[in-house]
């Protein structure tokens, strides 16, 4: 499998080229400017750069921490003649991968930080520990099984038709109603709104189906992000978004102590497209200031800041 190399990037030089790129972009301030189009020049300029500026592939043969000075090294000690000269190139090239090892160790150390997401932090104290989660069984089922039951899982029963007609009544009023800030709901997204949905984005995501990764759009220019601010408001103000958000990336994952040869043994994860979540985000900034007010006090689920602690200290 193709994998970006993020720790040999060229990131400048990606800002660079996606820079370049902006003025390629189609306008938004024309009524007829199409979302569809819009959205795979904004993909395939950060693809284009992406691809001239970081590393992409794949190795058959890999060799923990081994470069371009332990290629070399290599390649000295097969020309080396036999004796003094070919141990000495040994030697340094042993050094060098002990060096480099060194180095790994370091830092997959000092980057263990449970303070943001602790997910990351357990897989690499795991992996040090020996206790790596990696399943090595093989799925006995086939792929078209694990989809059906999947989309039987999912599938909505019957519902009340009169409750959905009420809620899409309200909801065609929300757009009028007045944030605590004064602001509409349905005014252009701010910059500093936009700044604020960016860092709630964690870089180390995976990409959905249109394979744009967050680093992506996180190291682009500010003229990149006006341009993709835009872009989101013209979404909203049409109600419309791009195809390609509408859909995931569903990735099964088996449940642990669960037959693999039974379908409903399969957890499924969905990896939505990273711009279609940052837009969630700046929508979500919006709604959470109205709707907190209306929770109770006593509530604590699905609330941000809240915990089981403020219920046990209201509680008594």
Request: net charge positive; charged share 25%; proline share 6%.
């Amino acid at each position: 499998m193709k994998r970006w190399n993020f720790r040999k990037a060229g990131w400048k030089c990606t800002c660079l080229l996606i820079g370049e790129s902006v003025e390629r972009l189609p306008p938004l301030d024309t009524p007829e400017a199409c979302q569809e189009k819009a959205c795979q020049d904004f993909c395939k300029s950060l693809l284009s750069a992406a691809k001239q500026c970081i590393p992409c592939g794949s190795r058959k043969n890999y060799v923990p921490c081994w470069d371009k000075e332990c290629e070399t090294l290599y390649r000295s000690f097969i020309q080396a003649p036999v004796g003094t000269a070919c141990d000495r190139a040994s030697s340094s090239l042993l050094f060098r991968l002990q060096q480099k090892k060194q180095e790994r160790w370091e830092e997959a150390v000092n980057f263990i930080d449970f303070s943001h997401s602790s997910r990351k932090a357990w897989r690499t104290t795991n992996k040090l520990t020996g206790k790596s989660g990696c399943s090595s069984r093989l799925c006995l089922v086939s792929a078209n099984s694990i989809a059906s039951q999947l989309l039987k899982n999912g599938a909505h029963k019957n519902g009340d038709r009169e409750a959905t007609r009420l809620a899409n009544k309200e909801l065609s009023g929300l757009s009028k109603i007045p944030t605590p800030e004064c602001h509409s709901i349905s005014e252009p997204f701010r910059r500093e709104e936009f700044v604020a949905a960016l860092r709630c984005l964690k870089p180390g995501k995976s990409q959905g189906l249109d394979s744009i990764f967050p680093k992506f759009i996180l190291h682009a220019r500010s003229a990149l992000k006006s341009w993709f601010c835009n872009f989101l408001t013209s979404c909203m103000h049409q109600l419309k978004i791009p195809k390609i958000w509408r859909r995931a990336l569903v990735i099964a994952i088996p449940k642990p102590e669960k037959p693999l040869e039974d379908p409903k043994s399969y957890c499924p994860i969905s990896l939505l497209c990273v711009p279609f979540k940052i837009l969630e985000r700046l929508i979500y900034a919006r709604v959470e200031a109205i709707n907190d007010p209306l929770f109770p006090e006593e509530q604590a689920g699905f609330r941000h800041g809240r915990s089981a602690v403020d219920q046990v200290t209201l509680l008594t």
